[in-house]
């Protein structure tokens, strides 16, 4: 019997510039309609269709159907920890407008990857957790210890898993902006989730990236020693 995971089948959908345009398009962790991923990818609806197909017969998207509307989305956690390490190797590509120029500045400073902050206001906060003791390193994951369990609760994280799926607690997940690491796993979703409750971050519109709120910049200064600045610069508070 072969077991070995078939690698080269996953590098091919992967491949194709329409897809991977599509794919990054759901790295934030929404549920697009196949109309958009096409307007993402530059690409007719008819086309979209064949390679959003593709990809969901590869295991790499979901398809989900609201009445007579479709929207897809990411499998799982693993493919898109896949795309950020892809992201992280990868060449950058020559920015052709201001206005893309605006997205990639926003992007980088933070964002979503799939259901947790990343970006550079994702890797203060992780260094931010280490460095205050909430959080501690064990061989290739991280530890939430009893003194971060007590910070995170008094916040209103949920840190229990709601499903018993095999998905990692919390792990490190290298961010492809700053080439470090940022908290993923089910204690990172949690987190970013209550963020988005408090108001410390929202969303853009036409993008993955996230704002960081007024409440938010008073919220990271308070709770964690983090100093944003403006909207694509903060500085980490001296101390633990």
């Known amino acids: 019997m072969n077991t070995s995971p078939d690698i080269a089948a996953v590098a091919s959908l992967i491949g194709d510039s329409s897809r991977i345009a599509m794919l990054l398009g759901l790295l934030g962790g929404k549920s697009l309609p196949a109309s958009e991923l096409a307007r993402a990818a530059r690409i007719t609806p008819q086309t979209a269709s064949s390679h959003l197909s593709k990809l969901v017969e590869g295991g790499l998207l979901v398809q989900e159907s609201y009445g007579r509307h479709r929207y897809y989305r990411l499998a799982n956690a693993d493919v898109a920890h896949a ?13 052709r407008s201001l206005r893309e120029s605006e997205q990639v500045k926003a992007i980088r400073f933070a964002r979503t990857c799939y259901d947790h902050l990343a970006g550079e206001v994702g890797v203060a906060l992780t260094d931010r957790l280490l460095a205050m003791g909430l959080l501690e390193e064990s061989g290739q994951d991280y530890v939430l210890n009893e003194e971060g369990k007590q910070k995170l609760r008094s916040l209103g994280v949920e840190l229990e898993p709601r499903s018993k799926s095999r998905r990692s607690y919390a792990r490190p997940c290298l961010d492809w902006s700053g080439r470090r690491h940022h908290l993923a796993g089910s204690l990172g979703a949690a987190l970013t989730q209550r963020l988005f409750e408090l108001g410390w971050i929202e969303r853009y ?25 403006h909207p694509h610069a903060l500085s980490r508070q001296a101390g633990g």
Request: hydrophobic residues 45%; neutral net charge.
């Open 205 to 229: 519109a036409d993008h993955r990236g996230v704002r960081i709120t007024e409440a938010g910049v008073k919220g990271f200064f308070d709770e964690f020693g983090l100093t944003i600045k």
């Open 83 to 95: 795309l950020e390490a892809l992201n992280a190797i990868a060449l950058p590509k020559p920015v």
